[in-house]
């Protein structure tokens, strides 16, 4: 069975997963039964505010949480955006300092220096930060939230995320943890005081963001007051209720999709530096997520890669993960200094089989030659 009915392979789809069956099923049971305004009070009203809450009671099982702790988003962006903005507003007597790894997520960045001032934590060459330098700067006069993120979408490797938890607790600080990659791939710990995670990551729909803010913490909006707290209007409960059971169903065979999927990327890996010339495959081998892998190929261009690999029916990433249509060099790599172009992301989906791998090992070295060929690189 091959990844998708048209023989595409899917090796890239990091938080925009083709549906999972539950999902569909659930979102197709939801349209009928879930259509109405939560907020009413009708019977039909009531009916879609129950199954709300049981999307909330689901997604705190799963996820580790109480039910109140759970709040409900547009994107996981969103997410990102209403935790810092909201606890940097709500903690400015302490300061404004958002202290946060070189290597988080562009939005979280970005809402860094929008709701007060950014402080990065730089990372080794395996894209990972040390805990001694995260508790220096969590620790410096200032600080309103810290943030590191469970493991990098974009290369995989883990962070140190319950040192990290230690150092902002014994600071005085809440820590937003970014676990938008790993949710539904990899166990994910409870050190944390808020947590992101994005459905679309692990086949739910997109449209929808999950956002988990441990009682205690202090927070204040920096938007108009509204009954939904955290995402004024509220969200689609048949994409609520969707996404909690797509996350039901990928924790329920995590472990066989976990290790069939980190056999497949150190296949990749193995493959890749030996018959690849000119290649520098980045990320700790070892601590990292199953599914996720990004390399860079010298003297060519990512784009280009992308566009043969996708002619010959492969479904890959190149640049950032979190801003590939801007077409600017990975801040990522470019953290870890390492080869900014040329790079081919990969996030393999769950139904890639190993057949579909060896046939891309067998693909990539003629393609990577073809490119460039293409762009007269030949040679150097």
Same mark, same amino acid.
């Given at each position: 069975m091959t990844s998708a009915s048209t023989d595409r392979v899917l090796l890239e789809v990091s938080g925009a997963a083709p549906w999972h069956p539950a999902a569909r099923e659930a979102f197709a049971a939801l349209v009928?039964?879930?259509?109405?305004d939560p907020r009413r009070l009708s019977t039909e009203g009531r009916r879609a505010r129950h199954l709300l809450e049981a999307a909330r009671e689901s997604l705190a099982a799963s996820l580790g949480a109480r039910t109140e702790e759970v709040h409900l988003t547009s994107s996981h962006t969103?997410?990102?955006?209403?935790?810092?903005?909201?606890?940097? #507003?709500?903690r400015r007597r302490v300061g404004t300092g958002v202290v946060a790894s070189a290597?988080? &997520?562009? /939005?979280?960045?970005?809402?860094?220096?929008?709701?007060g001032e950014l #402080?990065?934590?730089?990372?080794?060459?395996?894209?990972?930060v040390a805990p001694?330098?995260? &508790?220096? /700067?969590?620790?410096?006069?200032g600080v309103a939230l810290a943030a590191l993120q469970h493991a990098n979408g974009e290369v995989g490797t883990r962070q140190p995320v319950a040192e990290a938890h230690e150092a902002a607790r014994a600071a005085g600080v809440p820590l937003l943890v970014d676990a938008g990659a790993s949710v539904g791939h990899v166990a994910v710990p409870g050190t944390w005081d808020l947590l992101a995670a994005d459905p679309g990551d692990w086949g739910g729909p997109t449209g929808v963001g999950v956002l988990l803010v441990r009682s205690g913490v202090r927070w204040s909006p920096d938007w108009p007051e509204d009954e939904d707290a955290w995402f004024p209007g509220g969200v689609s409960v048949p994409a609520a209720f969707a996404a909690a059971t797509a996350l039901e169903a990928a924790l329920a065979d995590r472990r066989e999709a976990e290790s069939r999927r980190r056999r497949q990327v150190a296949r990749i890996r193995e493959r890749v530096a030996v018959e690849v010339?000119?290649?520098?495959?980045?990320?700790?081998?070892?601590?990292?997520?199953?599914?996720v892998l990004t390399f860079s190929c010298l003297y060519v261009d990512g784009e280009a890669l992308v566009r043969a690999l996708d002619e010959e029916g492969f479904?890959?990433?190149?640049?950032?993960?979190?801003?590939a249509?801007?077409?600017?060099?990975?801040?990522v790599l470019e953290a870890m200094g390492a080869l900014t172009h040329g790079n081919l992301r990969l996030a393999l989906h769950r139904s890639v089989t190993d057949e579909d791998v060896e046939r891309f090992c067998e693909v990539l070295p003629r393609v990577v030659a073809r490119v460039r060929a293409t762009l007269g690189a030949e040679g150097l």
């Open positions: 009928e039964q879930g259509w109405a969103q997410s990102l955006h209403q935790a810092v903005r909201a606890v940097v #507003r709500g290597v988080e &997520r562009e /939005a979280l960045l970005a809402a860094a220096r929008f709701a #402080r990065p934590v730089a990372v080794d060459a395996l894209g990972r001694e330098d995260f &508790r220096t /700067a969590v620790s410096s006069p010339p000119d290649v520098d495959v980045v990320g700790d081998p070892e601590d990292r997520l199953p599914h479904v890959v990433g190149s640049g950032s993960a979190c801003s249509r801007s077409q600017t060099p990975s801040h």
